[in-house]
């Protein structure tokens, strides 16, 4: 069964970090490009963060640059996120997704508030 299942959300004050994960299951993890989105309460999902199959190429939005990376792992077939410096813009459901499968996660939220 193709999966992908993150974990790592939570509550954290501004200022603060956290560190999404994503594993997948059920596909060949290195044969696709994966991403992180996010959707935040009445605003459309928006696209954080792309990480090509082997890693080495990544593109992030320009609001998260410099604050949030995205990695992966191909041995333990995970994607990551990153988070420092939190806002409460960066408050949403965030999902990861395959392109190449076609797949997304069921999201884990995420809330900063003081």
């Known amino acids: 069964q193709v999966q992908l299942a993150e974990s790592g959300g939570g509550l954290v004050q501004p200022g603060g970090s956290l560190r999404l994960s994503c594993a997948a299951s059920g596909f060949t993890f290195t044969n696709s490009a994966m991403h992180w989105y996010r959707q935040a309460p009445g605003k459309e999902r928006e696209l954080v963060g792309w990480?090509?199959?082997?890693?080495?190429?990544?593109i992030h939005l320009d609001s998260v640059k410099g604050r949030f990376t995205i990695s992966r792992d191909n041995v333990k077939k995970a994607v990551y996120l990153e988070m420092n410096s939190l806002s409460p813009d960066d408050t949403a459901v965030y999902y990861c997704?395959?392109?190449?499968?076609?797949?997304w996660g069921q999201g884990t939220q995420v809330t900063v508030s003081s």
């Open positions: 990480i090509s199959s082997s890693g080495s190429s990544t």
């Open positions: 997704f395959s392109s190449g499968f076609g797949v």
